[in-house]
Nanobody, 115 residues
């Protein structure tokens, strides 16, 4: 069973930065793709960014130019660097991993952008 755990959620002021990390129970190269999703109160979960096994990245339009997804220094982590944060980025951020048709989720980490 794949296990994912997110780290790094916090309260940050508008314009600030935050780095989230997702630790997997196995090498991330075992997955077809990994990604970050988020869910704000009263809204559906939405894609933030993904990275596939070949290193190709994809971003939601709302975060392009501000967020960067990357593989961490360890073989079992994926990071999300978030810059120029806005109040509308406030949400629970979830790590996702896919192997063929199977999807795995972490429990989520809260990011709050507020002054």
């Amino acid at each position: 069973q794949v296990r994912l755990v997110e780290f790094g959620g916090d309260l940050v002021q508008p314009g600030g930065s935050l780095r989230l990390s997702c630790a997997a129970s196995e090498s991330i190269f075992n997955f077809n793709a990994m990604g970050w999703y988020r869910q704000a109160p009263g809204k559906q979960r939405e894609l933030v960014a993904t990275i596939n096994v070949g290193g190709v990245t994809n971003y939601a339009d709302s975060v392009k130019g501000r967020f960067t997804i990357s593989r961490g220094g360890a073989k079992d982590t994926v990071d999300l660097q978030m810059n120029a944060l806005k109040p509308e980025d406030t949400a629970i951020y979830y790590c996702n991993a896919r192997i063929l048709r199977n999807a795995f989720w972490g429990p989520g980490t809260q990011v709050t952008v507020s002054s």
